[in-house]
């Protein structure tokens, strides 16, 4: 309580969140340009999900 997180601690941490949730999942075999941009709100997330079926593009806006 109190303290900033670092741009490059919550890139790092949201990055490996999402990824390992992600790879649970047997039919997804990756996750690949991870970009996370901060604003004083929001969080913009985007990636690519690779799967045995096809790629996904993934871009959200979670807020903080």
């Known amino acids: 309580i ?13 990055e490996s969140e999402i990824t390992d949730a ?3 999942n047997e039919f997804i075999e990756s ?8 604003d004083s709100d ?3 997330v985007s990636f690519k999900v690779l ?3 096809g790629n996904v593009e993934v871009d959200e806006n979670v807020r903080r």
């Open 2 to 14: 109190g303290h900033m997180l670092s741009d490059e601690y919550i890139n790092t941490d949201c």
């Open 22 to 24: 992600l790879l649970m």
């Open 31 to 38: 996750v690949e340009d991870f970009e996370v941009v901060k």
């Open 42 to 44: 929001h969080l913009r």
């Open 51 to 53: 799967t045995k079926f």
